[in-house]
Structures are given as structure tokens and as C-alpha cells.
């Protein structure tokens, strides 16, 4: 092993600035602390150095070694529960919930991109021992560098979430009342019994529609979690007029039985229509709501999409 001794801290070293550049802070807000920053990059390292030493310790005839490995990398798989169970106890506290559709989409991300950088760093070790012979050190070093970028592009592409921009059209509607009930165009949201609070609505909030493109888009949009998922980024992004004891001012999305369209109602701090807009065009598709009718005779008949 003391002959793939640069080699192994070469590509560990590498796998680790690859799950630092995939490791970022944005809209989802997590994770947003030093303590989050050093715990995944640590888990990181772990994964990078699982991949690096696995093809080594197979040259080196060392099974037992790589028995260990495989036992390792299966203790990633807490990484899911972990992060499930962190992010599940911080949404007690939020104003406006992830949901735990959202949660567990986060956690599994977590989770897969620490695979990822076992296998990337099982391909940069591989192209490492490929060059170890007949190579000078700075061409080996040149060559895991741009290989490491390559990978790091493959990966920011696969990766990429789909968008709510791809499935509906989004548009400003019209907040009214009729009587005590609250609408966003012709999609009822509740009713409003205090004077106070249908005044805030009319001065303060907007609403918007969003109709999909597709039956499997209608399917996707009707799920609670994604929803869900709508209103939290939209109160993150824009801010949220509401507080613990005003239950009346949480953001709403409503969905109309017969088109399949969504209504969203909110009070956002902000009162900017086209970045409220843009916040939703923004909200990533949740893997666990995605659904295609379409591809069944069954559910092509659906009547509760209108195109």
C-alpha cells in the first residue's frame, strides 16, 4: 500500500474539493451554519477517502481492507436519517413548514451526493493508477485536476432539480371577496370571518395562479407536499406577514377540482408581484411528487386537467 500512498491522498484530496464545490448554501436555506458546513464536508472527506483507497487495496491484495470499505459505506445510508430527524425537529419551529415531502427530498440529496463522491474518486483513482506509469508527476496531477472539473460538471447537470417553471404557467391573479370568502380569481381559499383580517387581505396580499401543461404536471401539482414546499420557499424568499398567534395569515395554495390549476394566497413582507413570480418559477419539483399518468390509458382519461 506505501506504493499508492500519494496517489491515495491525491484523489482524497481532490473527491474532498469536489464535495465542497457541490456543497452550497441557497434558496432551501440549509445548510446555513459553520457546524453544518464542517459536518458534511467531514462526511466528504470519509467518502472521498472510502473511494480512493478501494481500487489500492484490491491491487495490494488487501480483501479484509476492502471488506471494511464496503462495510463503511454502508453506514452513509444514516446520513438520510440523520439529516431527516435534524431538519424534522428545526420545521416544529418555522413559521411556515418545509413539510416532510421536502425534508426527505433534502435528506436524500445528502445522502446520494456523498455516493457520488465514492464513485468519483473510485474514477479519478483509477485514471490515477492508469497514469502512475510512464507519467510524470505534474502531468498526473494536471490530468486529475481537469478530470475532477469534467466530473464536477457531469455532475452540477445530472443533478439539476426540475423547476415549477416546467410544469405550470404562473401568472398574477386577483385577490376578492365574496361575502366572507377569500378568492384568487375564481379558486376559493377560506372563509374570513374578522373585518381586520379581510382588510390586510385586500391591502396587502397577491395571489397567483398556476395552470399546468400537462395531465402529468396537474398530477405532480396536486400532491400536499409539493404545495407545501411552494408556500415555505415563497415566505423565505419574500418574507412573511404573519406571526405564531395569527393563524389567519398563513400563506395558502388552493387547487381547483376541475382544471387541476393551483391558486397561491400570500401575505409576503415584500409586496412585489413579479418576485413572488420568480420565487415560485424557482421551487425545485420534489422527487416524491412527481407523477405520469400520461404513460397509462387510465390516466390519459383524467377529468380533472383541462388543457
Known amino acids: 500500500m506505501k506504493t499508492y500512498f500519494f496517489s491515495i491522498v491525491l484523489t482524497t ?7 465542497l ?6 434558496y432551501r436555506q440549509y445548510p446555513t451554519y459553520p457546524h453544518g458546513y464542517i459536518s458534511h464536508l467531514s ?3 470519509i467518502a472521498a477517502a472510502l473511494g480512493a483507497v478501494a481500487l489500492p487495496a484490491l491491487l495490494a491484495e488487501e480483501f479484509v481492507a476492502v471488506t471494511f470499505l464496503a462495510m463503511a459505506a454502508q453506514q452513509f445510508r444514516e446520513i438520510r436519517n440523520t439529516e431527516r430527524e435534524t431538519l424534522a425537529s428545526l420545521d416544529t419551529n418555522e413559521l ?16 446520494a451526493r ?9 474514477v479519478l483513482s483509477a485514471l490515477d493508477l492508469a497514469l502512475l506509469r510512464g507519467y510524470g508527476l505534474l502531468f498526473r496531477v494536471t490530468g486529475l485536476v481537469a478530470a475532477t472539473l469534467l466530473i464536477y460538471f457531469i455532475i452540477r447537470n445530472i443533478a439539476k432539480d426540475k423547476r415549477l417553471e416546467h410544469l405550470a404557467d404562473i401568472r398574477q391573479g386577483e385577490v376578492h371577496f365574496e361575502g366572507p370568502n377569500v378568492f384568487v380569481d375564481d379558486i376559493h381559499f377560506m372563509n374570513l370571518g374578522l373585518e381586520e383580517a379581510r382588510e390586510e387581505y385586500l391591502n396587502r396580499a397577491l395571489g397567483l395562479v398556476l395552470v399546468p401543461k400537462t395531465i402529468d404536471a396537474a398530477a405532480t401539482l396536486a400532491n400536499i407536499g409539493q404545495r407545501q414546499a411552494i408556500v415555505h420557499i415563497c415566505a423565505k ?8 398567534d395569527t393563524p389567519e395569515f398563513t400563506p395558502l395554495v388552493r387547487r381547483q377540482i376541475k382544471s387541476g390549476k393551483l391558486g397561491l394566497l400570500i401575505i409576503p413582507a415584500t409586496r412585489d408581484p413579479q418576485a413572488l413570480i420568480a420565487a415560485v418559477k424557482r421551487v425545485p419539483v420534489l422527487e416524491g411528487s412527481v407523477s405520469k399518468p400520461s404513460k397509462s390509458h387510465a390516466g390519459r382519461e383524467r377529468d380533472d386537467y383541462q388543457d
Not at 21 to 26: K, M, T, W, Y
Not at 114 to 122: G, R
Open 96 to 111: 411556515v413548514p418545509r413539510g416532510q415531502h421536502y425534508i426527505e427530498g433534502i435528506a436524500r440529496d445528502f445522502e
Open 21 to 26: 464545490l457541490i456543497l452550497r448554501s441557497d
Open 43 to 45: 462526511l466528504g472527506f
Open 114 to 122: 456523498n455516493f457520488l463522491i465514492i464513485a468519483s474518486t473510485l
Open 237 to 244: 424568499l419574500l418574507g412573511i406577514y404573519k406571526d405564531v
Open 13 to 19: 484530496s481532490l473527491g474532498g474539493i469536489l464535495r
